[in-house]
């Protein structure tokens, strides 16, 4: 079935330095994709998004780059810092019958981020 | 301005009983969404209550079920638990079609 996924499961960096996770999504009508970021005993939370018609769109410290030809987002974490470390998801809801999603998320499985001091 | 809240915090069950999980969404938010987390995984889509009613599922089976009161909060109802069935459950609330979604803290269920 329609999935998404990450290349890899985890991510060690040193603080201040950038950080990249990947992901790849399976489903080509997926619409609108989402990163969030869950820390230990809490729920996701919302970090930044993006529309299918764009390709790119810049948060505080953090940019999501999509590829729709190869089906590929990326989250991009400027000067990283300790307190980012969690699990990262990506997610998708695809566009349905007279434009409207109703917000039916599809996860990855995540990537592990460690940010060592 | 409170954000989304679930109670119980923790529960432990026994296979074969029934359980009910509860959500209040985001002050001003209407549609409420619930998600399973197993250990390890990214969060799996239950259902999506909206005024009141189950507006899309996901692919679980008939053993879950949910309510939305006219407060907007949820229910969600699992009977004849399983040991798989042990996992984070999450709410998430949102605005009528708008896609950003708010997690809550997740309850965390334990069947034994």
């Known amino acids: 079935g329609e999935s998404v996924g990450l290349h890899l499961p985890t991510l060690s960096v040193q603080e201040g330095d950038n950080s990249i996770i990947n992901c790849a999504y399976s489903n080509s009508a997926s619409d609108y994709f989402i990163w969030y970021k869950q820390e230990s005993g809490k729920g996701p939370q919302f970090i930044i998004d993006i529309r299918s018609n764009m390709d790119k769109r810049q948060g505080q410290r953090v940019t999501v780059l999509l590829n729709k030809t190869v089906k590929h987002l990326s989250l991009q974490i400027a000067a990283t810092q300790p307190g980012d470390s969690a699990v990262y998801f990506c997610?998708?809801?695809?566009?349905?019958?007279?434009?409207?999603?109703?917000?039916?998320?599809?996860f990855g499985q995540g990537t592990i981020l460690t940010v060592h001091p | 301005d409170a954000g989304v809240t679930q109670s119980p915090t923790h529960l432990i069950k026994t296979r074969g009983q029934q359980v009910t999980l509860r959500c209040s969404p985001k002050?001003?938010?209407?549609?409420v969404s619930w998600y399973q987390q197993a250990l390890g995984q990214g969060p799996q889509f239950i259902f999506q209550?909206?005024?009141?009613?189950?507006?899309q599922r996901g692919n679980f089976p008939d053993r879950f079920s949910g309510h939305q009161f006219p407060n907007y909060s949820s229910e969600l109802n699992v009977n004849a638990l399983l040991l798989g069935d042990s996992a984070l459950y999450l709410c998430?609330?949102?605005?009528?079609?708008?896609?950003?979604?708010?997690f809550g803290p997740g309850t965390r269920l334990t069947v034994t």
């Open positions: 998430a609330s949102s605005w009528g079609t708008v896609w950003e979604q708010y």
């Open positions: 002050s001003g938010h209407d549609t």
């Open positions: 997610a998708e809801t695809p566009r349905v019958a007279g434009g409207t999603s109703y917000g039916k998320l599809t």
């Open positions: 209550y909206y005024e009141e009613e189950e507006r």
